[in-house]
C-alpha cells in the first residue's frame, strides 16, 4: 500500500492552487493507485471531492476553481491514494489518506520553536482556556428560510436554519483550542438605542486560522464571541500566533444556539499542537 509522505500546496494567483503529493520509498507499482483531491474551507470537515481518477505518478494537480474570491479564505487540502485493480475497482484495504494542507505550510525550526514554547507557555502557566472555535460558513447549500437569491443575502439575521450566514448550518463544527483572554473592556454605545458592548483583546496559538466573525465558546464560562479582527504574528511569513478583538454577544444572539460538544467529549478531546496544520 502506498502512503502519502508529504503533500505541498502553493497558489500559482488567486484563482489557481497546485497541489502536489509524494509517497514513502516503495516496490510498489505508482501506475496501479488513483488519486482523489478533497477541499475544504476547514481544516477538519466539510471536505469534498474536486478530482477523483488522478494517476499516482502525476504528483501534481492544478485547482482552477476556487470556491469563492475572499481575502480571509484559507483553502485545505487532502490527497486520498486508493489501489485499483485491472478492471478500475478499488481493492479494499489499500487506501491511504493524507492530513489535511493548507498554502504555505511550512515551518522553520525557529517556527517550530515559537509555536510549541507558546502552547507549553499556555498550559504549564494555566493562562490559556479551553475554548471551541466555530468557523464560519462561507460556501455550500444556501438557507431555504432566509437566503434571497436576487440580492444574493441573508434576510434574516437570527435565523435557526443559517445562525444569518445564509449557508445550512451555519458553522463549522468546532475546534478546540487554547486562547488567553484579557479583562473585557465595558461601555455604552449610544445609537438609536443605548447598547451594552463588551470588547477583550486575546491570544491563541497558529491553529485554526481565523477570520473575522468566526465564533468562539469560552468552555466554563457559558460566554460567546464573535471575532471582530485578526492580527496574526508571523516568522518569515509564517504564522505563529494570532491576537483576537473579541466582541461579546448579546443575550439574544441566535449563535449561542451553537451545538456544543457534551461534557465527555469536550474533556476527553485532546489538544493537539497542530504544527503541521
Known sequence: ??????????AVSQKNTV?????????????????????SLSPQDGFE????????????????????????TTLYYKVTVEKVDAAGTVIPGETHVSDA?????GY??????IIRSRQIYFAQLEIGRDSLVYRRRTSGQTCPEC?????????????PVCFGTGRIGGYYPPIRVMIQYQPGQRRNVVMSHLTEEVRIQA??????????????YEIGTKKWYVVNTVSPKEDIRVVTSQRLDLRELDAQAKEQDLPIPDAEMVAGSVHRLQVIS
Not at 494542507?101 to 505550510?105: A, E, L, N, P, V
Not at 522553520?108 to 520553536?113: F, H, Q
Not at 437566503?147 to 435565523?159: F, K
Request: charged letters at 20%.
Open 49 to 72: 471531492s474536486i478530482a477523483t481518477g488522478l494517476r499516482a505518478d502525476q504528483f501534481v494537480y492544478l485547482d482552477q476553481d476556487p470556491p469563492e474570491m475572499s481575502k480571509w
Open 108 to 113: 522553520s525550526p525557529r517556527a517550530l520553536m
Open 147 to 159: 437566503y434571497d437569491p436576487v440580492q444574493q443575502r441573508t434576510t434574516r439575521q437570527g435565523c
Open 101 to 105: 494542507f493548507r498554502i504555505h505550510q
Open 1 to 10: 500500500m502506498l502512503i502519502i509522505d508529504e503533500v505541498l500546496v502553493d
Open 19 to 39: 497541489i502536489g503529493w509524494a509517497f514513502r520509498p516503495t516496490v510498489e507499482l505508482l501506475g496501479n493507485y488513483r488519486v482523489t483531491i478533497s477541499r
Open 203 to 216: 491570544t491563541m496559538g497558529h491553529f485554526p486560522l481565523m477570520t473575522p466573525r468566526d465564533i468562539v
